[in-house]
């Protein structure tokens, strides 16, 4: 027999079809005793599975659900695992002991809660003789207690997972109703919820908002049970009472698989956190991952992590590496992404008691562009790894703005001008070359025909003259270099403040005067009428910052 499940349009259910792949391909002994056969089938856009009969494709997606189940709905953690308090009774055994509770992982422990839980058992007051003695003992010498209210004597480990109608027989009667996802007709519906898609309302939250609505919409079967598969695609990452949620998808059944193998639960880039499950990505000492606690911060770390990857894969088995070789593996991998469509979804969420609030949904579909500048930037010999570190402001979000303006590609000349003035001013150790090398790259790529290469460079020497010039005189007129360096700050601040293009010259003229530097005929010829004279000033005082910072720390970054 043959059964096929389609694409449904939608990036969280065809996630799930993705994760169902997934778990089919994981070579668990369980599968393969119903030896059914899965194919991507390209030409109807579906997974195709062929078995015996109907009874065997149903035993073998219920076996799928419950090895979904024991990865993500009922899990133990590391301190649950040394400190087991559930009591439970093997009949086979006839044996008396304790086992670790269990926790849904962070993505399925936003819509599941205590009533989930069920538990198989005896209630204390139901065990008899000398089984309920056993039991006493059991307790005392323990000190632990039976489960629930109704203190069950556990006959296996409590679930939380939903039991699913998987392949249900066809009725003969009934009234079919349409799914609000595929749009199928099917006997069997189930309301719309959060264990279906997090951004669903439950039937209950519907009503209360609106008294006046209608039924809710309902789902069919199939699309319930492949809903459930999204967590296998899932990654994820929690922070405190924050979750981050990333799915990588496409309208293309092959391209969707495919980007599970590049991104999702197939690739290098998933791990797992077996002993508090609190990430499957970022693990590793180094990883950007680590650093991030907003959306577009955690985005270009994901992709900046699979960058990394691919130099590393490059140059796996090679005598003779050399960078031709990385720009061939590289545009191997553009290639992928430039032939169907690919979409990277970031979900932000943060816990609020008994349900969560939804902060921010970001779906990002450049990654072409993404790549390309980042390996560009790397032949340019930006850092974008420690330009990413470097960006980072304490209690304050510069590092997401930028990074949002980047990806967006925006402008983000005058917003790194006003975080480098901060931190250099408050002696805060960066890496200013490096910001100030990606900033003129990254400029010159979006905003190229505003200010030319000659252009920029005049500004940004000219910003490197003022310092160093200030130095020179300090150290003519014997003064030590921390002393030249408070002196030129407030001139530094004074420059920043210029708001005409006159103010500006006539702050020139004042450093002139002061410290003797020498002004471009360039700029007192006109250059300021060429450009925008804000972007100018930018430049200008990042330059400065530049020698300011390096001169400050002792680094040669100039």
């Not at 993705?18 to 991507?40: C, M, N, P, Q």
């Not at 180094?286 to 650093?291: N, T």
Request: hydrophobic share 35%; aromatic share 12%; with cysteine.
């Amino acid at each position: 027999m043959e059964y096929s499940i389609a694409l449904r349009r939608h990036w969280w259910f065809d996630a799930g079809i993705a994760g169902l792949y997934s778990i089919s391909k994981s070579r668990d002994d369980r599968l393969l005793e119903f030896d059914v056969e899965v194919k991507v089938d390209s030409e109807n856009q579906a997974l195709t599975f062929e078995g015996k009969d109907t009874d065997t494709l149903r035993a073998y997606f219920e076996t799928c659900y419950e090895i979904l189940a024991e990865r993500y709905w009922n899990v133990s953690t590391i301190k649950q695992k040394e400190n087991p308090e559930l009591v439970v009774y093997d009949k086979e055994k006839d044996e008396i002991m304790l086992m670790p509770k269990r926790n849904p992982t962070p993505v399925v422990s936003l819509f599941i809660g205590a009533r989930s839980w069920q538990g198989e058992g005896i209630p204390y007051g139901d065990i008899t003789e000398p089984l309920k003695s056993r039991v006493d003992e059991f307790l005392e010498k323990t000190r632990a207690k039976l489960w629930g209210s109704k203190k069950l004597l556990l006959l296996s480990q409590p679930v939380c997972h939903q039991k699913l109608t998987i392949l249900p027989e066809e009725k003969k009667k009934g009234k079919t109703e349409v799914c609000c996802v595929c749009g199928k007709h099917s006997l069997y519906m189930i309301e719309v919820g959060l264990p279906s898609f997090l951004l669903f309302a439950s039937s209950n939250a519907t009503k209360s908002f609106n008294s006046q609505g209608k039924n809710p919409a309902k789902l069919c079967w199939e699309c319930e049970f492949i809903s459930k598969f999204a967590i296998e695609s899932a990654s994820y990452k929690r922070t405190n009472d924050s979750i981050f949620v990333i799915q990588v998808t496409s309208p293309d059944i092959d391209k969707l698989i495919e980007m599970q193998k590049e991104f999702g639960s197939l690739s290098e880039l998933r791990m797992l956190d077996d002993k508090y499950f609190y990430a499957n990505i970022g693990l590793e000492e180094d990883s950007l991952i680590k650093k991030c606690s907003a959306p577009y911060e955690l985005l270009w770390a994901f992709m900046e992590e699979k960058y990394s990857l691919l130099l590393k894969e490059s140059s796996e088995g090679e005598e003779t590496f050399d960078d031709v070789s990385a720009d061939n593996f590289f545009f191997e991998f553009i290639e992928k992404l430039s032939k169907m469509p690919v979409q990277i979804y970031v979900l932000y969420a943060t816990d609020s008691g008994q349900t969560f609030l939804t902060k921010n949904l970001v779906l990002y579909d450049e990654l072409g562009y993404f790549y390309r500048l980042i390996h560009h930037m790397k032949k340019s010999g930006v850092n974008t790894r420690k330009l990413f570190s470097s960006l980072y402001e304490e209690k304050y979000d510069f590092r997401e703005k930028i990074l949002r303006n980047v990806l967006r590609k925006n402008s983000i000349l005058r917003h790194i001008e006003q975080f480098a003035f901060r931190m250099v001013m408050r002696d805060q150790r960066i890496s200013m070359g490096n910001i100030l090398k990606f900033t003129i790259e990254y400029e010159q790529i979006i905003r190229g025909d505003e200010m030319n290469k000659e252009q920029i460079e005049t500004a940004v020497n000219l910003g490197k003259q003022i310092v160093i010039q200030a130095v020179e005189t300090a150290r003519a007129e014997n003064e030590n270099e921390k002393q030249a360096l408070k002196k030129i700050k407030g001139d530094l601040y004074q420059l920043r403040k210029s708001r005409t293009k006159t103010d500006f010259i006539n702050q020139l003229n004042n450093l002139q005067f002061r410290y003797g530097i020498a002004v471009s005929k360039n700029i007192l010829d006109g250059i300021l009428e060429e450009v925008d004279f804000e972007d100018f000033r930018a430049y200008c005082v990042l330059g400065a910052l530049n020698v300011y910072n390096a001169k400050n720390n002792k680094d040669k970054e100039d």
